[in-house]
Antibody, heavy 121, light 107 residues
Framework: EVQLVQSGAEVRKPGESLRISCKGS????????IIWVRQMPGKGLEWMGR????????NYSPSFQGHVTISADKSISTAYLQWSSLKASDTAMYYC??????????????WGQGTLVTVSS | DIQMTQSPSSLSASVGDRVTITCRAS??????LNWYQQIPGKAPKLLIY???SLQSGVPSRFSGSGSGTDFTLTIRSLQPEDFATYYC?????????FGQGTKLEIK
């Protein structure tokens, strides 16, 4: 069974750093890209970026480039999303998902349960 | 970036109704269009990929159609568990953008 299990909820102060994780199981972790999606409170879904776990090549949305870093450790089938200096506006639910592929493009076929990040002084 | 626009933003319907949600892309995206369902407090779930292909395990009352810039998601005979928010998403080019969502509520 394909599963993506994310790390637990986090509370941080503005200016602090944070890394959250997404561990894949039940499939070949290096055969599928992992993507990250942000959902701010009461709002819609925003694609942040993706990583190829086989070589750690990354691709970011311009809206998030420079604000977050996506990485992966294929030896433990885990992808990461990290911030070096959090802002209150980073308060959101963050989802990882597997990037599946079909004849007509890509899709997000399996999702993690989400990690709630709260940034407050 | 490709902009995705859904209509309506919200919709009230009754159990047993047939509903249609529309998604329009700001440029042609061929059939590179997916639909997701999100129940409050849960992660999104893939329903339809490549515009019209039903994801494994998804009930056949869900269907998708369209190509180019205009797409539709149809739910035939609404069930209580279908009341949720629905998102379209293009995978034609990065950034992979979503529509703003359509909230389907019980009438």
């Amino acid at each position: 069974e394909v599963q993506l299990v994310q790390s637990g909820a986090e509370v941080r102060k503005p200016g602090e750093s944070l890394r959250i994780s997404c561990k894949g199981s039940g499939y070949s972790f290096t055969s599928y890209w992992i993507i990250w999606v942000r959902q701010m409170p009461g709002k819609g879904l925003e694609w942040m970026g993706r990583i190829d776990p086989s070589d750690s090549y990354t691709n970011y949305s311009p809206s998030f480039q420079g604000h977050v870093t996506i990485s992966a450790d294929k030896s433990i089938s885990t992808a990461y999303l990290q911030w070096s200096s959090l802002k209150a506006s980073d308060t959101a639910m963050y989802y990882c998902a597997r990037l599946g592929q079909s004849r007509d493009g890509y899709n997000f076929d399996y999702w993690g349960q989400g990690t709630l990040v709260t940034v407050s002084s | 970036d490709i902009q995705m626009t859904q209509s309506p933003s919200s919709l009230s319907a009754s159990v047993g109704d047939r509903v249609t949600i529309t998604c329009r892309a700001s440029q042609s995206i061929s059939s590179y269009l997916n639909w997701y369902q999100q129940i409050p407090g849960k992660a999104p779930k893939l329903l339809i990929y490549a515009a019209s292909s039903l994801q494994s395990g998804v009930p056949s009352r869900f269907s998708g159609s369209g190509s180019g810039t205009d797409f539709t998601l149809t739910i035939r005979s609404l069930q209580p568990e279908d009341f949720a928010t629905y998102y379209c998403q293009q995978s034609y080019s990065t950034p992979y953008t979503f529509g703003q969502g359509t909230k389907l509520e019980i009438k």
